[in-house]
C-alpha cells in the first residue's frame, strides 16, 4: 500500500527545525570550544610561566646549591598561584622539590620523555593541567632534570559543566520554539492556498463562474491563479457546450422520433392495403437512417475528440479525390446548375477515407448553398512542408459572429443552414475533428457573394 505524502506545513516545520538545529548546535559548539580554548590558554599561560622561571632557577642552581634556598626560591616562584603545584627531579629521579600538600606528580616525571609534555592528569580529588618539562645541563654542566607544574583546574570543568548543561538546554529550547514559529509562518503563508481550495470546494456545475484575483493572491501562487482561471473557463466552455449539444441531440432526435410515432398511430388508426403499408415503412426507413447516420456522426465526433480513432495513414493523391468527389455529386450540381471546378494538385500523407469525407462534407456543403448559375471551385495548393485546400462558392455572405461558430455541432446561422448533406446538422463539426487530429487547421471566411472554407495539413 502506498503511503500519502506527508502535508507541506509538517515538511516546512521539519525544515524550520533541522535548520534551526544545525545553526543552534553550531553555534553552540563554536562557544563551547571557545571557552575551553580560552581556559585552555590561561592555564598554559601560568604553566609556562612557572616553568620558565623554575627552569631559570635550575640553569643558575650553583649560585644557590644549598638545597633550602632552592626550595625557598621554589616556593617564591609559587607565590601569586593558588592551585599551582610543582615537582622537581634531578637526573639520578631523586625529588628535589614538592609542592607542600600539592599532588604527587613523580609518576609524571618518571614517564616523562620527550622536551616537553601538556596533559590532563586526575588524582583522587582534583583535576590537573600538567606540564612537563626535561632540562638539559645547568652551568656547571653534567646536570639534567625534570620538573611538573600543575593547576588545579576543578572551578574550570565544573563552569564548563553547567555551561554546557544551560547551553545545550537553550539550544533544545531554541529549536522548539523555532520549530512552533515556524509551523505557525508556514499556517499563516499557507492561508491564500486554504482560500483557494475554500473556493475549489465550492465549485459545482451551476457555479463555474468562480474566479480568483491573481493581484490578492502572493506573487508566487499568481501563476497558479492565472492557471486555475483559465481551466474554469475551459471547463465552462465545455461544460455549456456540452449542455448545448445534449439538447441539440434531444431536439434532433425528437423530430424523427416524432415523425415515426405519428406516422406508426396514423398506418394503425385505420386498414389500410399492403401498397399503402409499404409506403409508411419506406418513410420510415429514411428517418431510421437518418437517425443512424447522426448517432454514427455523433460516435465518430466523440472517438476523435478523445483521440481513439485509429488513423490508417498513406500517401493520398488530393486531386484524385476530389475528381471522384465531382462525378459523385455530378448529377446533383446538374440538377442545382452549380458548375465545378478544380486547380491544382497536391498529395498528403493522412487517412484516406477521413479525408474524403472532409472534402465531400465541404463540397456537398457548397453545392447546397450556391445559386443555380455559379461556380464551386476546389483549389488545391503545395506549400513548403504543407498543403492548401481551399474550397469556394458564390452565395449569400455569412455574417462575422457566425463564422468562428461554423464548426460547431449542430449550429445554425440561419433556416438554409440547418443541415449538410448528411441531415445531421454535423458535417462541418466533423471536417473540423479530422482535421484537427490530422494536425491541421480549417478556417472560414466569408465576404460579398463568397464564401471560402481553408483547410491546411502538414505533408507528413
Known sequence: MKLRPTSLTLRLTLLFGIAAAVVFAAFGWTIERSIEAHFLAEDVAELEAIARTASETLSHRGAVDVPTALKQRFRDI??????????????????????????????????????????????????????????????????????????????????????????????????????????????????????IVARIHRISANELNTRLSPETVPRELSDLAVSFNGMLERMEEAFQRLSNFSADIAHELRTPVTSLLTQTQVALSQSRSVNEYREILYSNIEEYERMAQMIGDMLLLAKTDNGQYPLDT??????????????????????????????????????RAMLRRVLGNLLSNAIKHTPSGSTVRVMLKQIPQAVRIRVENSGSMISLEHLPRLFDRFYRVDASRQRGNDGTGLGLAIAKSIVDIHGGKIEASSMEQNTCFQITLPRV
Open 314 to 351: 498513406a500517401e493520398v493523391d488530393l486531386a484524385q479525390e476530389v475528381r471522384d468527389l465531382f462525378e459523385y455529386y455530378e448529377a446533383w450540381a446538374e440538377e442545382r446548375g452549380v458548375t465545378l471546378t478544380l486547380d491544382g494538385t497536391a498529395t498528403v500523407v493522412g487517412d
Open 78 to 195: 609559587l607565590v601569586g598561584h593558588h592551585s599551582a603545584a610543582l615537582y622537581v627531579t634531578g637526573q639520578d629521579r631523586r625529588s628535589l622539590f614538592a609542592s607542600p600538600g600539592g599532588p604527587d606528580l613523580s609518576s609524571l616525571n618518571r614517564l616523562a620523555t620527550g622536551q616537553q609534555t601538556l596533559r590532563q592528569w586526575n588524582d583522587a580529588n582534583h583535576t590537573y593541567r600538567v606540564l612537563t618539562r626535561r632540562l638539559g645541563a645547568d652551568s656547571r654542566g653534567g646536570r639534567f632534570y625534570t620538573l611538573s607544574v600543575a593547576v588545579v583546574i576543578d572551578s574550570h570543568q565544573h563552569f564548563l559543566t553547567n555551561f554546557r548543561r544551560a547551553l545545550w538546554l537553550m539550544i533544545t529550547s531554541g529549536i522548539v520554539v523555532m520549530g512552533l514559529i515556524g509551523w505557525i509562518a508556514v499556517r499563516q503563508g499557507h492561508a491564500p492556498l486554504r482560500d
